[in-house]
T-cell receptor, first 114, second 117 residues
Framework: AQSVTQLDSQVPVFEEAPVELRCNYS??????LFWYVQYPNQGLQLLLK??????LVKGINGFEAEFNKSQTSFHLRKPSVHISDTAEYFC????????????FGTGTKLQVIP | ETGVTQTPRHLVMGMTNKKSLKCEQH?????MYWYKQSAKKPLELMFV???????ENNSVPSRFSPECPNSSHLFLHLHTLQPEDSALYLC????????????????FGPGTRLTVL
C-alpha cells in the first residue's frame, strides 16, 4: 500500500537551534515529494519539492530536505530556526501514475521556543 | 487578486441550510481541487477537476456537490450537513497532468472555516 507517515505530531525546539522533521513513505513506484507549511488561519504553502536529480533540495526560508530512496525518507531540516517558523508542516507524496492525486501526511507542528 | 482566493473565510450554518463555498484561481491553471482539513486527521482530498471535468470523487457524501463552470472557478455546494462536517475546506489549483509535468505543485487558498451547528 502507498502511504505517507510523519511520526512526530509536535516538535518543540529552541530559537536558533537546528530542527529535523521526519517524513517516511511507502511505495512500490516512483515518487515525487513535497513539503508544505501552514501558518495559522492560512492555506498550505510549498516549501520545496523533489522531482529528480540531486537528492538534496533547498527551499524557501532556509529549509532543505534530502531524499533517501533506500530509507524511503524525505526529512526536512533547518540549521537554525526562528520564531516565525512556528507553523504546521506537511509532507506530501505524489505516486507515479497517480496523476494529480497527492497523499499528505498528518502534519508536524513545529513550536519554536524563545 | 493573485493566487487562489476563497470566500467566505468563515461560515456558520445549521444542518438544514444550503450554502456555497467559492474558489477562484488567478494562476492560469487548469486543475482545481477541494480538500477537507479536520483536526488530527490527514488532509482529505474530496474532488479533482481537470479542464472543468471532474476526474476524481473520493467517496464524498452527496450532501457535498461540486461545480466547476470554468478552469478559474470552483464551487462547493453544501446542503443538509452534519456537525462532523465542520472543518477547514481548502481549495487548490495546479497545472493539469496532461501538461506532462507530474511534479507540478498545488497552490492553496486560505480556506473556509465551516462550522455546522
Amino acid at each position: 500500500a502507498q502511504s505517507v507517515t510523519q511520526l512526530d505530531s509536535q516538535v518543540p525546539v529552541f530559537e536558533e537551534a537546528p530542527v529535523e522533521l521526519r517524513c517516511n513513505y511507502s511505495s512500490s513506484v516512483s515518487v515525487y515529494l513535497f513539503w508544505y507549511v501552514q501558518y495559522p488561519n492560512q492555506g498550505l504553502q510549498l516549501l520545496l519539492k523533489y522531482l529528480s536529480g540531486s537528492t538534496l533540495v533547498k527551499g524557501i526560508n532556509g529549509f532543505e530536505a534530502e531524499f533517501n530512496k533506500s530509507q524511503t525518507s524525505f526529512h526536512l531540516r533547518k540549521p537554525s530556526v526562528h520564531i516565525s517558523d512556528t507553523a504546521e508542516y506537511f509532507c506530501a507524496v505524489r505516486f507515479s501514475g497517480g496523476y494529480q492525486k497527492v497523499t499528505f501526511g498528518t502534519g508536524t507542528k513545529l513550536q519554536v521556543i524563545p | 487578486e493573485t493566487g487562489v482566493t476563497q470566500t467566505p473565510r468563515h461560515l456558520v450554518m445549521g444542518m438544514t441550510n444550503k450554502k456555497s463555498l467559492k474558489c477562484e484561481q488567478h494562476l492560469g491553471h487548469n486543475a482545481m481541487y477541494w480538500y477537507k482539513q479536520s483536526a488530527k486527521k490527514p488532509l482529505e482530498l474530496m474532488f479533482v477537476y481537470n479542464f472543468k471535468e471532474q476526474t476524481e470523487n473520493n467517496s464524498v457524501p452527496s450532501r457535498f456537490s461540486p461545480e466547476c463552470p470554468n478552469s478559474s472557478h470552483l464551487f462547493l455546494h453544501l446542503h443538509t450537513l452534519q456537525p462532523e462536517d465542520s472543518a477547514l475546506y481548502l481549495c487548490a489549483s495546479s497545472q493539469g497532468h496532461w501538461s506532462g509535468r507530474a511534479g507540478n505543485e498545488q497552490f492553496f487558498g486560505p480556506g473556509t472555516r465551516l462550522t455546522v451547528l
